[in-house]
């Protein structure tokens, strides 16, 4: 596990081994989690299907993971972390199970998701991504009723996805512009999402903040406090659940629970959870496990969300 988490959280993105041994015995030793995601009950799954059309690139492309025993299910949009950087849907899958884990936890709950992938930097601006994530939701949206789901839709993201779906959830201009109609979002979900990138560069080293913060967000903090979506919650924000780690990075814990006060004095009750003795990389790792924490606080937040209105 502790191999797995420091893949996860890894920086530069080019984690390697040269001994294929050492690959098979660490996939053993995790339970062979890739083989768990193909062989899940109850679970249809459909890879590499693109959401931008005529597109060819890689990351513009996103995996289904559908209940076969129920029809009107409500759809989740999952947005994978990494930093803006690195990482990806099926992100190592044969020895972590990302992401696929997630898609199959809640798709044996009855919640259909998409799984996507999107443009990283250094090749993607942040307007890149956002625009990315908005074409998958609309995806998503406009052809759920063709896989046997609802156009009910909650967007979740861990790390830097959840600043990429939190984001879009306090604009809804932008998803209207992107074509998805904001009623349709029922709900938003940050998984250790990283909601104040004043914080985050603060907390820091010099290395990271030129390579990613200064380049994608801006070297002020007025220009990194536009693009945290901290400042932007409001009451016309979606219904949010918020998730962090106990032993989570000091920003996304702090940023957690001051986004709990300013719902708070906006006169929203606040929907928010830390799971004990998780860290950061637990919170997705652990998804779909003997551990799994996580999915029994999400489902139901997705569900209750989701009821078709009268």
């Known amino acids: 596990m502790l191999f797995l988490r420091k893949l996860v959280v ?3 993105g080019r984690w390697m081994f040269p001994w294929l041994f050492l690959w098979l015995f660490l996939w053993l030793l995790a339970g062979c989690p ?3 995601i193909r062989s899940a009950q109850r679970v249809r799954a459909l890879e590499d299907v693109v959401y931008v059309p005529s597109s060819t690139h890689p990351k513009q492309q996103l995996d289904l993971y559908l209940p076969t025993d129920r029809r ?12 803006w950087r690195n990482q990806d849907r099926r992100y190592y899958q044969a020895f972590t199970g990302l992401h696929g884990n997630v898609g199959v936890a809640l798709a044996q709950r009855g ?20 625009r990315d994530v908005a074409s998958a939701a609309r995806f998503v949206v406009e052809h ?18 959840g600043h990429l779906v939190m984001s879009l959830c306090v604009d809804r201009e932008r998803l209207r512009r992107a074509g998805v109609d904001p009623s349709l979002v029922r ?11 004043v914080a985050m560069a603060a907390q820091q080293d010099a290395e990271f903040n030129r390579e990613v913060t200064f380049r994608h967000f801006g070297a002020t903090t007025e220009q990194q406090a536009q ?6 919650i409001s009451t016309q924000t979606p219904p949010l659940l918020l998730l962090w780690a106990e032993k989570d990075y000091p920003f996304v814990k702090q940023a ?12 929203i009750a606040p929907i928010a959870h830390e799971l004990a003795g998780h860290d950061h990389a637990d919170m997705v790792l652990r998804i779909n496990t003997s551990d799994d924490r996580l999915t029994e606080r999400l489902a139901p937040f997705v569900d209750s969300h989701t009821k078709p209105q009268p």
């Open 10 to 12: 890894v920086k530069s």
């Open 34 to 36: 890739g083989q768990r």
């Open 72 to 83: 009107d299910f409500p759809m989740v949009l999952f947005v994978h972390g990494g930093f």
């Open 111 to 130: 919640i259909g998701v998409a799984v996507q992938s999107y443009r990283l930097i250094p090749e993607a601006t942040l307007e890149d991504q956002l």
């Open 144 to 161: 759920a009723q063709e896989y046997g789901g609802s156009q009910r839709l909650v967007l979740v993201g861990f790390s830097a996805g």
């Open 187 to 197: 709900g938003c979900v940050a998984i250790s999402g990283v909601l104040d990138l």
């Open 227 to 232: 693009h945290s979506p901290i400042a932007r």
């Open 256 to 267: 957690g629970q001051a986004a709990v006060e300013k719902l708070k004095s906006l006169g």
